[in-house]
């Protein structure tokens, strides 16, 4: 049974950092891509970060850019999402996701983890 579990998530001031925590079970880790999707109130779920599993490359939407990092630890079966610079329109649940191929597509993921709440205020 493949599990996903997010932590980290919380309340922080305009400016400020958090670091997101995806701890992986059931599946092989190191086989699969990993990604963070948001969504905020009333509106879809977005794409975030996505990591390969083969090399580790990264790529990030156009709006966290610069800002955010994603990493991942193979020996952890963990990713990780470090966010700098928040501001308020980075407030949403931050969903972690796997899936045996590369997507920014919320349909190209099979598992997901249940949410972290990420309240930024100004």
């Known amino acids: 049974q493949v599990q996903l579990v997010e932590s980290g998530g919380g309340l922080v001031q305009a400016g400020g950092s958090l670091r997101l925590s995806c701890a992986a079970s059931g599946l092989t880790f190191s086989s699969y891509a990993m990604a963070w999707f948001r969504q905020a109130p009333g509106k879809e779920r977005e794409f975030v970060a996505a990591i390969t599993w083969r090399f580790g490359s990264t790529v990030y939407a156009d709006s966290v850019k610069g800002r955010f990092t994603f990493s991942r630890d193979n020996a952890k079966n963990t990713v990780y999402l470090q966010m700098n610079s928040l501001s308020p329109e980075d407030t949403a649940v931050y969903y972690c996701?796997?899936?045996?191929?590369?997507?920014?597509?919320?349909?190209?993921?099979?598992?997901w983890g249940q949410g972290t709440q990420v309240t930024v205020s100004s």
């Open positions: 996701a796997a899936s045996k191929g590369y997507s920014r597509s919320v349909t190209g993921y099979d598992y």
